[in-house]
Each structure stands twice: as structure tokens, then as C-alpha cells.
């Protein structure tokens, strides 16, 4: 069977200056990826790619089998793969609900789904109606996991969720992502810096180092940590 996401020697980048190099990355269905690396070294470049917001200048991205080239990133959305970016990607001037409700195509779907998000983040629920942008930043993130997990895709592209979060926030975050898999089989491609927290939460991991993956293995390998962090300082 094909993977789910099968990014296949893939060089992207913007203008003339390349920042992928050949990578190839795949992610099953159901199954976690994370992706590690440094600062700078095209972690998002990688996802806006799988995402059809930046084009490959050689090699191919396939969802489900399907070539990617020349589709327009809110019909790639729309084949049931959600986008977590990194930045800008609340509405400050929306509230908290309406934040999500962005999350599902019509009311009916919100009004269902809404109560699975108040085990994971109750503080959301208890705030629907504050804007986002008054939230700290640890709430804001919250909101942005839990849209993407009222949309309920197949995949989840989500770029270092973890960051800035103090730890118990963290660890709630791996069990919220652990269970959605759990319950729904939702494949995820983690962009992270926390090394933990990554091995905690995927199956597999990959290092990017300036545009190319370095390293590559399953989290529970021995030594898998070492393995990346050798990576991971400057
Ligand atoms: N829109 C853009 N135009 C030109 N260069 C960009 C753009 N976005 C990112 N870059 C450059 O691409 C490289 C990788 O960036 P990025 O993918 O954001 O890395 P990471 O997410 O790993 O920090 C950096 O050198 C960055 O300056
Ligand atoms: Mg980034």
C-alpha cells in the first residue's frame, strides 16, 4: 500500500535558491512522523511543499497516491489534509469559537464535535467567547491543534506545536495527539525542536540538516535520541 503522505526526492525552495535537497519522506496511514532539525535548515519549507503552498522544482509530493503538482493548496485541503502552521494562523480578531467553528464545513458538524475538544483543552470550552489574540500564547496553540482536530483529517501537517509551551503543557499535547490517533486514525507529520517530546508522541523520526534528511529511524531504536540530538546543536 502507498503511503498516506509520499514526498519522493523532493528539491524545493524559493526563486533561485534551493532549501530541500532530494528528500524523500513518507507517512502511512495512521502513523506518526516527526521531522527534526535546526533553525533554518527548511522544516517548513518541507511542509508548505507536502501542502502545495511551495512547488518542486524537481522530484514529486503524492496524497493517497495522487501527484500533487499543479493543484491548488485549498483542494489539497480539502482531500482531507490539515495544515498547522506555524505562524499567523489564528484569527486574532475572532473569537475562540469562531476560530474553531473555521475548523468543519457547517454548524451541524461543530455542534457535534465540539464537546471532544473539552477533555483535551476544557480552558477553551470555558472561553469561547474571548478573542483569540487576548489568549497567552500556550492557549493559543491550544486553539490551533484543537481546529485542526475538529476537522478530523487523515493527515496532520503541524509545525513545532510544542514551542514555547511550558512542559506540563507539552505533555498534555502528546496525550491530545496520541488519542486522536487512537480514536481516529489521524496520521501526523510533526515538525519539532523538542526532541522528547517527538520520540514521545511518533513511530518514526527524520533529521533535516540544511535541506537534507541525515538521519532516519524508528523512536524506539536505541540510541535514537543521541542520534538526533548530535544534530540539534548549533
Ligand atoms: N518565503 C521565503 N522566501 C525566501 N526564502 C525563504 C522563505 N521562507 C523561508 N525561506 C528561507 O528558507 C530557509 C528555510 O526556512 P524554513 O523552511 O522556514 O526553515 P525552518 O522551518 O527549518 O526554520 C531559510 O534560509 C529561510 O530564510
Ligand atoms: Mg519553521
Same mark, same amino acid.
Given at each position: 500500500?502507498?503511503?498516506?503522505?509520499?514526498?519522493?526526492?523532493? @528539491?524545493?525552495?524559493? +526563486?533561485?535558491?534551493? !532549501?530541500?535537497?532530494?528528500?524523500?519522506? +513518507? &507517512? $502511512?496511514?495512521?502513523?506518526?512522523?516527526?521531522?527534526?532539525?535546526?533553525?533554518? &535548515?527548511?522544516? @517548513?519549507?518541507?511542509?508548505?511543499?507536502?501542502? $502545495?503552498?511551495? /512547488?518542486?522544482? *524537481?522530484?514529486?509530493?503524492?496524497?493517497? $497516491? /495522487?501527484?500533487?503538482?499543479?493543484?491548488?493548496?485549498?483542494?489539497?485541503?480539502?482531500?482531507?489534509?490539515?495544515?498547522?502552521? /506555524?505562524?499567523?494562523?489564528?484569527?486574532?480578531?475572532? @473569537?475562540?469559537?469562531?476560530?474553531?467553528?473555521?475548523?468543519?464545513?457547517?454548524?451541524?458538524?461543530?455542534?457535534?464535535?465540539?464537546?471532544? #475538544?473539552?477533555?483535551?483543552?476544557?480552558?477553551?470550552?470555558?472561553?469561547?467567547? /474571548?478573542? =483569540? $489574540?487576548?489568549?497567552?500564547?500556550?492557549?493559543?496553540?491550544?486553539?490551533?491543534? *484543537?481546529?485542526?482536530?475538529?476537522?478530523?483529517?487523515?493527515?496532520?501537517?503541524?509545525?513545532? #506545536? *510544542?514551542?514555547?509551551?511550558?512542559?506540563?503543557?507539552?505533555?498534555?499535547?502528546?496525550? &491530545?495527539?496520541?488519542?486522536?490517533?487512537?480514536?481516529?486514525?489521524?496520521?501526523?507529520?510533526?515538525?519539532?525542536?523538542?526532541? =522528547?517530546?517527538?520520540?514521545? &508522541?511518533?513511530?518514526?523520526?527524520?533529521?533535516?540538516? *540544511?535541506?537534507? !534528511?541525515?538521519?532516519?529511524?524508528?523512536?524506539?531504536?536505541? +540510541?535514537?535520541?543521541?542520534? #538526533?540530538?548530535?544534530?540539534? @546543536?548549533?
Amino acid at each position: 500500500m502507498p503511503d498516506l503522505l509520499d514526498l519522493a526526492d523532493v @528539491t524545493a525552495g524559493y +526563486g533561485a535558491t534551493m !532549501v530541500l535537497r532530494h528528500v524523500s519522506l +513518507g &507517512v $502511512g496511514a495512521g502513523e506518526i512522523v516527526a521531522l527534526l532539525g535546526r533553525n533554518g &535548515v527548511g522544516k @517548513t519549507t518541507l511542509l508548505r511543499t507536502a501542502a $502545495g503552498f511551495v /512547488q518542486p522544482r *524537481s522530484g514529486g509530493v503524492r496524497l493517497d $497516491g /495522487q501527484a500533487l503538482a499543479g493543484i491548488a493548496p485549498y483542494r489539497i485541503a480539502r482531500r482531507a489534509l490539515c495544515y498547522v502552521a /506555524q505562524e499567523q494562523a489564528l484569527f486574532a480578531d475572532l @473569537t475562540v469559537g469562531e476560530n474553531l467553528r473555521l475548523g468543519v464545513s457547517h454548524d451541524r458538524l461543530f455542534r457535534e464535535r465540539l464537546p471532544s #475538544i473539552e477533555p483535551h483543552f476544557p480552558v477553551l470550552l470555558r472561553r469561547l467567547g /474571548q478573542k =483569540a $489574540g487576548t489568549l497567552s500564547g500556550g492557549e493559543q496553540k491550544m486553539l490551533l491543534i *484543537s481546529r485542526a482536530i475538529l476537522a478530523r483529517p487523515r493527515l496532520m501537517l503541524v509545525d513545532e #506545536i *510544542s514551542e514555547g509551551l511550558q512542559p506540563s503543557v507539552v505533555d498534555r499535547l502528546a496525550g &491530545v495527539l496520541a488519542a486522536e490517533r487512537r480514536m481516529h486514525g489521524t496520521a501526523m507529520l510533526l515538525v519539532e525542536q523538542n526532541v =522528547a517530546f517527538a520520540l514521545s &508522541v511518533a513511530d518514526r523520526f527524520a533529521v533535516l540538516t *540544511s535541506g537534507e !534528511v541525515v538521519e532516519r529511524g524508528g523512536t524506539g531504536d536505541a +540510541g535514537a535520541a543521541a542520534r #538526533i540530538e548530535r544534530h540539534m @546543536t548549533v
